[in-house]
Structures are given as structure tokens and as C-alpha cells.
């Protein structure tokens, strides 16, 4: 069951990227040979109907695999936002 980001986090995110996003959802499994972390995020202020990134990481430290899922999410976030700049 996806467990709702630590406000430290969500923080973490818009101070990374430059980009005011909001993490909704994290899902942590350990396994013998690492952990496996996925994130969900929107830009904030999207409310609802923004689109939601997912990042993915994958280390044999929980707080590296949280950082590499939480990057990936806060680099597809940046990427759609230069996507909308250049349309």
C-alpha cells in the first residue's frame, strides 16, 4: 500500500528541481539485495488535473533508492515542463 511522502520530502523536491512539485504517493520494498522505491508526483498547484510522474530507484540503501526515485520524478516534471515552454 503506497504510503503519503514525510512534508520534508515533498519539500525536498521543490528545492531540487526548481519546480514547485508535490509528492503523492511512495512505495518502499525491501528485497535480500537492495530496496526498491517508486514515487508519484505532480507539479503543485495542478490540483487534480495535472499529470502525475512516476520515478523509480534502486540501490542497497533506502535513502539512496528515496533520492534516485524522487530525481527521476522531479526530472520527467522538468522535462514536460520544457515539452510546454518550447510548444
Not at 2 to 19: D, H, Q, V
Not at 44 to 55: K, R
Request: net charge positive.
Amino acid at each position: 500500500m503506497p504510503r503519503r511522502p514525510k512534508s520534508a520530502s515533498r519539500k525536498l523536491l521543490a528545492i531540487a528541481g526548481g519546480i514547485l512539485a508535490e509528492a503523492l504517493a511512495m512505495r518502499v520494498r525491501g528485497y535480500p539485495m537492495g530496496t526498491d522505491v517508486v514515487v508519484r508526483c505532480r507539479r503543485s498547484g495542478e490540483g487534480d488535473e495535472g499529470p502525475i510522474q512516476t520515478g523509480h530507484g534502486l540501490s542497497t540503501n533506502i535513502i539512496e533508492a528515496s533520492l534516485e526515485g524522487y530525481l527521476s520524478a522531479l526530472n520527467k516534471l522538468r522535462d514536460a515542463v520544457v515539452r510546454e515552454v518550447r510548444a
